[in-house]
């Protein structure tokens, strides 16, 4: 993936399109150096929105006059840690925030551009929110070399379908997610692994129970989308065949002995982290 498709950028506001390209090329300017990092976010789920960028509008995830991006949010491995600080604070002259680099003890920095217009979180080897998604912790053995500038759309994926408290934006984000790629049995580029998602899930009930409760959710929210004339009745079959494929794959995934463990315990003990917003 290269800059910002055309289909995409028609989408954008002028501010929206200056934070994408930077983070577009802080990939570059750090692959330059050897290091690796990669888009997460509101910003990599609409990169990844191909020929159905559109859909961000007509399903209202977009209003006129209104920027979509706050920030900037990159992953990173943990064995190149040095380099990167090195690379925000020495190369880009990136402010860090001290606070969050002390208290999380360097497994989270946030940096800030002088004008503090921009700001930037960069996270380590996992994703912790209500449920942990690990992408390894050294160049050439995780996942984060799968896609380019941003995560995999099926790192993407497990980032929405993890979330505890799921929202509209989020569904909207899925059903663009889901449209725009296909749902194969494999890691490819530009599609999203059923059987990798499905073999994260069997190992971690809690993760399982959201997930599979969100891909409900999904499906519905779809199906009154397309009722109510916000989305063609070919990207609603389109969307549902999807999620019916990853369902089925999730279903019928043979389940660890830690899955099946947990899930004599089901709801009556919390099964997913409280996330705790950072104040800046």
């Given at each position: 993936?290269?800059g910002?498709?055309?289909?995409?950028?028609?989408?954008?506001?002028?501010?929206?399109?200056?934070?994408?390209e930077?983070?577009?090329?802080?990939?570059?300017?750090?692959?330059?150096?050897?290091?690796?990092?990669?888009?997460?976010?509101a910003?990599a789920?609409?990169?990844?929105a191909?020929?159905?960028?559109?859909l961000?509008?007509?399903?209202?995830?977009?209003?006129?006059?209104?920027?979509?991006?706050t920030?900037?949010d990159?992953?990173?491995?943990?064995?190149?840690?040095?380099?990167?600080?090195?690379?925000?604070?020495?190369?880009?002259k990136?402010?860090?925030?001290m606070?969050?680099?002390?208290?999380t003890?360097g497994?989270?920095?946030?940096?800030?551009?002088?004008d503090?217009?921009i700001?930037?979180?960069?996270?380590?080897d996992?994703?912790?929110?209500?449920?942990?998604?690990?992408f390894?912790?050294?160049p050439?053995?995780?996942?984060?070399?799968?896609?380019?500038?941003?995560?995999?759309?099926?790192?993407?994926a497990?980032g929405?379908?993890?979330?505890?408290q799921?929202?509209e934006?989020?569904l909207?984000?899925?059903?663009v997610?889901?449209?725009?790629?296909?749902?194969?049995?494999?890691?490819?580029p530009?599609?999203?692994?059923?059987?990798y998602?499905?073999?994260i899930?069997?190992?971690?009930?809690g993760?399982?129970?959201?997930?599979?409760t969100?891909?409900?959710?999904?499906?519905?929210?779809?199906?009154?989308?397309?009722k109510?004339?916000?989305?063609?009745e070919?990207?609603?079959?389109n969307?549902?065949?999807?999620?019916?494929?990853?369902?089925?794959?999730?279903n019928?995934?043979?389940?660890?002995?830690?899955?099946?463990?947990?899930?004599k315990?089901?709801?009556?003990?919390?099964w997913?982290?409280?996330?705790?917003?950072?104040?800046?």
């Amino acid at each position: 993936m290269g800059g910002i498709p055309p289909n995409i950028r028609d989408i954008l506001h002028e501010k929206d399109i200056k934070i994408v390209e930077t983070a577009i090329n802080i990939v570059r300017k750090g692959e330059e150096q050897n290091i690796v990092l990669r888009i997460l976010g509101a910003i990599a789920v609409v990169l990844h929105a191909g020929e159905f960028a559109q859909l961000y509008k007509k399903l209202g995830r977009l209003h006129e006059g209104e920027n979509i991006f706050t920030d900037i949010d990159f992953i990173g491995y943990s064995a190149q840690r040095a380099k990167i600080r090195k690379f925000f604070e020495d190369f880009l002259k990136f402010s860090p925030y001290m606070h969050i680099l002390l208290i999380t003890g360097g497994k989270r920095l946030i940096y800030y551009s002088d004008d503090k217009n921009i700001h930037i979180d960069v996270f380590f080897d996992s994703l912790e929110f209500s449920h942990t998604i690990s992408f390894g912790n050294k160049p050439g053995k995780g996942r984060l070399e799968l896609c380019s500038p941003t995560i995999s759309p099926t790192d993407i994926a497990l980032g929405k379908l993890q979330i505890h408290q799921i929202n509209e934006k989020d569904l909207i984000d899925l059903i663009v997610l889901f449209r725009s790629h296909e749902v194969a049995a494999q890691d490819e580029p530009d599609k999203i692994n059923a059987k990798y998602i499905a073999s994260i899930l069997a190992d971690d009930w809690g993760f399982w129970y959201d997930a599979t409760t969100n891909l409900k959710k999904l499906k519905e929210y779809t199906l009154m989308r397309v009722k109510n004339g916000k989305l063609k009745e070919q990207d609603g079959q389109n969307t549902i065949q999807k999620i019916n494929y990853l369902t089925e794959t999730i279903n019928s995934e043979p389940k660890t002995k830690k899955w099946k463990k947990r899930e004599k315990i089901g709801t009556s003990k919390p099964w997913y982290r409280v996330v705790e917003e950072i104040t800046r």
